[in-house]
C-alpha cells in the first residue's frame, strides 16, 4: 500500500492555492464584530479578527485600503466588510485580506463625524472659554463661501439693508466634494495671515449629510479653533449641525441670520447716538446749575454773614466771568459734537433706499433681485416696481437700450 506524505509546507501551499481558485471566496462580503483590532502605526496596516456567537476569522486590511476608510475600526464594532479568502502559509491560518469596511447598522461619514467629535471635544476644541466675542461694529466682513451661490448674495442683502457702511470681503471656495476641505481651510489661514477684516462668516445653504461632511474636516476644524479672527459658522438650514458650529465663536441658523449677528442695525445705532447725545447735554446743563448753586450757597453763608463786600468784589466779578466763560466753551463744545452727531446721522440716512423714493426715483425687482441693467430682463417678464409708498407689479412689453 502506496502513502503520500506531505510536508507542512506542502500542505499549506496545496490549501492556499485551493481557496485562492474557488471563484465563491474571491470576492465575499461578511458581516461579524470586531476584536483583537491593531493597528500597526509604522506600515498603516490593519490586523483584527471577525467573529459571531460560534466562529472567528483572521483578517487583515493594507495600508493601502486602510487609508481610504472614513472611520475608526474599533473593538466591539460591527461591521460588513469586502475581502478574499487566502491562506497564511507561515502561520497556518485562514484569513480574509479586506478591501472595504463600513459599519453595519451606521454610516462610516456618521460614525466618522461622531468619533472626531468626540476626541475634537474632549481636547477642548469646542469650550466657551477659547470663544472670542464678535465686534459690535465691523469694517469689513470676511465671507468664505462659493462665489456663484445664493448665500453670498444673502449676505449682501442683509449687510446692505442693516449697516451699508459695512465693506464685504469675499474668499471664493467650493463648499462641496474632495477639493472643499483644503480650500476652505486654506481661505480661514489667508484671512488670519492678511489679518485685512474683523469677522469671518463661513458657510454655504442647505444639503445632504454628505453635502455639509467638508465642514466637518479635521484640517479646517483647527484652522477656525486657530484664528484670531471671530468665525460665525452658517452651514445649511437651522437643523443642520457640522463640526465647524461647534468650534466657531457664533454658530448662525442659516446665512442671512449669520449676516444679521455681524453688523447692528443702522437705525438702532442712530438712536443710540441720539440718545447719548441727549445725555450728555442734560448732564451738562445739570452739573452747571449745581455749580451755580454750590457758588450761590458759598457766597451768602460763608461770604455774606462777615459782610467783606468790597474786598470780594473784584475776586467775585472775576470768578463769575470764569465761570460765565466756561458756560460758553461748555455750550459751544456742544454744539460742534451735536452738528458732527447730526452730519454723520445724515450720512447714514442718506443710504436709505426711501430717501431716493421719496425724491421720485424707483427700484426694479426681477423675482426678488434687484435689476440694475437691461440686460438683466426680457420682453414679457414680470418685473416688481418699488416706489416711495408702495409697488406695482408690471410687465416688460418692450426695451430701449442707453447710448
Known amino acids: 500500500m502506496n502513502i503520500s506524505v506531505l510536508t507542512v509546507s506542502q500542505l499549506m501551499t496545496y490549501a492556499k492555492s485551493a481557496v485562492e481558485d474557488d471563484d465563491t471566496l474571491k470576492n465575499i462580503y461578511i458581516t461579524g464584530e470586531i476584536s483583537n483590532f491593531y493597528n500597526n502605526a509604522r506600515s498603516g496596516h490593519l490586523y483584527f479578527s471577525l467573529k459571531d456567537r460560534s466562529c ?4 487583515v486590511m493594507f495600508s493601502g485600503y486602510a487609508s481610504q476608510l472614513c472611520f475608526v475600526p474599533q473593538d466591539g464594532m460591527k461591521v460588513i466588510l469586502n475581502g478574499s479568502a487566502t491562506v497564511y502559509t507561515a502561520a497556518g491560518q485562514f484569513q480574509i485580506i479586506t478591501y472595504s469596511m463600513q459599519p453595519d447598522g451606521v454610516g462610516s461619514l456618521a460614525l466618522a463625524y461622531e468619533q472626531l467629535k468626540q476626541r475634537l471635544e474632549k481636547e477642548g476644541l469646542f469650550d466657551a472659554a477659547h470663544k472670542t466675542e464678535i465686534p459690535e461694529i465691523p469694517k469689513k466682513i470676511g465671507v468664505i463661501t462659493s462665489e456663484g451661490g445664493a448665500v453670498i448674495q444673502d449676505i449682501r442683502n442683509v449687510v446692505s439693508r442693516r449697516y451699508p457702511l459695512a465693506e464685504i470681503v469675499l474668499c471664493p471656495v467650493a463648499v462641496q466634494g474632495n477639493t472643499a476641505p483644503p480650500q476652505l481651510t486654506a481661505a ?9 477684516v474683523d469677522v469671518i462668516i463661513i458657510g454655504r445653504g442647505g444639503g445632504s449629510f ?4 467638508c465642514f466637518n474636516d479635521e484640517a479646517l476644524v483647527r484652522a477656525i479653533y486657530n484664528s484670531h479672527i471671530p468665525v460665525i ?8 449641525f457640522t463640526l465647524c458650529d461647534f468650534v466657531s465663536d457664533m454658530r448662525a441658523p442659516t446665512p442671512s441670520a449669520a449676516a444679521e449677528l455681524a453688523v447692528p442695525d443702522r437705525i438702532e445705532l442712530l438712536n443710540r447716538v441720539f440718545d447719548i447725545y441727549s445725555y450728555l447735554k442734560y448732564k451738562t446743563k445739570t452739573c452747571i446749575e449745581d455749580e451755580y448753586q454750590s457758588l450761590d450757597r ?6 455774606s454773614a462777615k459782610k467783606p463786600d468790597r474786598y470780594f468784589e473784584s475776586e467775585k466779578t472775576e470768578l463769575m466771568r470764569l465761570l460765565r466763560d466756561i458756560e460758553n466753551k461748555t455750550k459751544n463744545k456742544i454744539n460742534i459734537e451735536s452738528t458732527e452727531i447730526k452730519a454723520a446721522a445724515n450720512r447714514i440716512n442718506a443710504l436709505n433706499p426711501m430717501e431716493l423714493l421719496l425724491r421720485g426715483y424707483s427700484v426694479t425687482f426681477k423675482e426678488g433681485n434687484t435689476v440694475r441693467s437691461v440686460e438683466e430682463i426680457n420682453v414679457n417678464d414680470n418685473i416688481t416696481v418699488q416706489l416711495s409708498d408702495g409697488t406695482a407689479m408690471c410687465t416688460v412689453n418692450s426695451i430701449v437700450h442707453g447710448e
Open 56 to 59: 472567528v476569522v483572521k483578517c
Open 298 to 303: 458759598f457766597f451768602y453763608e460763608k461770604i
Open 210 to 213: 454628505e453635502d455639509l461632511n
Open 233 to 240: 459658522s452658517a452651514v445649511g438650514h437651522e437643523t443642520d
Open 188 to 196: 480661514v489661514n489667508l484671512f488670519n495671515r492678511l489679518d485685512n
